[in-house]
């Protein structure tokens, strides 16, 4: 027989009702409480520090724009009041941000705030050397303006875009992290939240229940009582053992609804069991994508670092050998590939520059191999490599492949082609090698393994490749064809994607 005491005290009705109720409305404060905390220490400082990063963002392009339009002026000829009222315009969109930009320490941390005084102090000497210019401009003092310009306002102006080059990028590395802690934290309270959900829901249909078994058995008691007022004695006797103001109440009614109350229990448990199978199988679905892709990411992750080492041996053996021009060069190449490397590589970005990042990588490679390697393009007329768009970062692993694995073993010199073309709509791409080629077992095991890629070993670049073309499209066609002495070919077919703007492709100042 069930009882419900709490240390040997027994709680009656009235008290578990209650309970139920009082525990109901303390998980509504709760979640009432969670989601004022996340507004307010959340969700209000990524917006705040998204702002400003947004705000410096304009106010860097305003400062280029100014320094465009006095250093492509042609102070002989030019067009004086076009260029004083770009130099309004421009100045007035810097006035707006230059305010709005957070300067306190307890938020954008030292870092920032060293810069943003650095800004601010560079802003208000490049204000008073631009008004100066333009006044100059104004009475028709060229000459003057001229002088002013190159003398004071040219060598502020580079120096406070730098300055402002230096800040956005320490903000957006500073949002990034608060971003990344805010987030956490979020998550966090989204495990109290839904916790505080599932005690609400318990409790609450816990005193839902005991109030509807009173109506139901009031109920049952009117409709008994009915039934034997009117002579009706057929109905079974309602028994009814708990110990509580119900169960003195209706101990001879509850055998009466013992049938039916197990009949509703055993529907309810097959539904509640249902849902939870149905749930399970979502959750199960939902942790396979994430595992899919979480594999896919410790794939990509593993290809920058592998490729920084070798990147860096090449420099070391260029460096012993060479004096320091050359080994100027081939950092700047190396610096502009590996940051490239670190940017998103789920963008898709114009063919030209990842032909261009091929290149680069092919000039350190040969820095150290010389006359054993080459690369050759063959890339059809019709295709239009500013508007052609293709996913970052994706041919260079198929080029290092074909070197490490096709190449690097061969005594003698060899040779990588990489041919584009466009058919159809699609976008066919073929990297060939004349190098020693794949044993026939490993070809199978490679291929075989693309279906499932693992998330280390050799042809880690191979494996990413195609584990991303399998985001891309349901078109997308990777495959491997390899003889033994006579090399190896790559064929990719994916659909030809174009951009109706070109992009411009600015050079990091860092890597020249």
């Known amino acids: ?159 406070l875009y730098r300055y402002m080059q230096q800040l956005i990028e320490r903000a957006i590395m500073d949002n990034q992290s608060t971003y990344d802690r805010l987030i956490r934290l979020n998550e966090k309270l989204d495990n109290v939240y839904a916790l505080t959900v599932l005690v609400m829901l318990l409790f609450g249909f816990a005193a839902f229940r005991e109030v509807i078994r009173i109506l139901s058995i009031v109920q049952e008691m009117a409709r008994s009582s009915k039934a034997i007022t009117a002579g009706d004695y057929d109905r079974p006797e309602i028994l009814e053992h708990r110990k ?17 109350r197990n009949q509703v229990q055993l529907l309810t448990a097959n539904n509640e069991m249902e849902k939870e199978i149905y749930r399970k199988d979502t959750e199960a679905l939902a942790m396979q994508n994430l595992l899919e892709r979480e594999k896919l990411q410790l794939l990509r992750s593993q290809i920058n670092p592998h490729f920084l080492f070798n990147t860096i041996n090449v420099i070391k053996y260029t460096a012993q050998e060479e004096t320091a021009g050359k080994t100027d060069a081939l950092l700047s190449s190396l610096c502009r590939i590996f940051r490239y490397s670190l940017a998103d590589n789920e963008v898709l970005v114009p063919l030209s520059r990842e032909i261009q990042i091929v290149d680069e990588y092919y000039s350190l490679y040969k820095a150290r191999f010389k006359e054993k390697v080459s690369l050759v393009w063959n890339i059809s007329p019709s295709l239009v490599l500013t508007e052609t768009l293709v996913p970052s970062f994706f041919f260079q692993p198929l080029v290092e492949n074909a070197f490490k694995h096709g190449l690097g073993p061969k005594e003698l010199p060899g040779s990588v082609s990489l041919t584009l073309e466009e058919s159809d709509g699609m976008l066919n791409v073929l990297v060939e090698d004349d190098g020693v080629g794949i044993e026939e077992d490993a070809l199978l095991m490679i291929r075989s393994q693309l279906l499932d890629p693992p998330i280390a070993g050799e042809h880690i670049g191979l494996y990413s490749v195609a584990a991303r073309l399998k985001l891309i499209d349901a078109r997308c066609i990777f495959e491997v064809t390899s003889e033994k002495g006579r090399g190896t070919a790559i064929q990719i077919k994916m659909p030809l994607m174009l951009n109706e703007e070109e992009e411009a492709y600015v050079q990091d100042p860092d890597c020249r």
């Not at 509580?244 to 039916?260: L, P, S, T, V």
Request: glycine content about 4%; proline content about 1%; some cysteine.
């Open 1 to 159: 027989m069930k009882t419900n005491t709490i240390k040997g005290f027994h709680l009656n009705l009235f008290h578990r009702i209650f309970l139920f109720l009082i525990v109901f409305v303390l998980c509504i404060f709760l979640q009432l409480g969670i989601s004022a905390y996340k507004e307010n220490y959340i969700m209000d400082p990524i917006q705040k520090s998204s702002g400003n990063v947004q705000t410096i963002s304009i106010l860097l392009n305003s400062v280029g724009q100014t320094r465009d339009l006095l250093s492509s002026y042609r102070w002989d000829f030019g067009d004086v009041a076009a260029l004083v009222a770009n130099l309004r315009r421009e100045k007035d969109v810097a006035d707006k941000n230059i305010v709005k930009i957070d300067t306190s320490i307890a938020s954008i941390g030292v870092e920032q705030y060293l810069l943003v005084s650095a800004v601010n102090t560079t802003y208000k000497n490049c204000s008073l050397y631009l008004s100066q210019v333009q006044d100059q401009l104004i009475k028709n003092n060229i000459d003057k303006a001229s002088e002013l310009y190159y003398s004071d306002l040219e060598l502020c102006l580079n120096h």
């Open 244 to 260: 509580d103001e119900i169960g003195d109440m209706a101990r001879a009614f509850n055998e009466m609804k013992h049938a039916m």
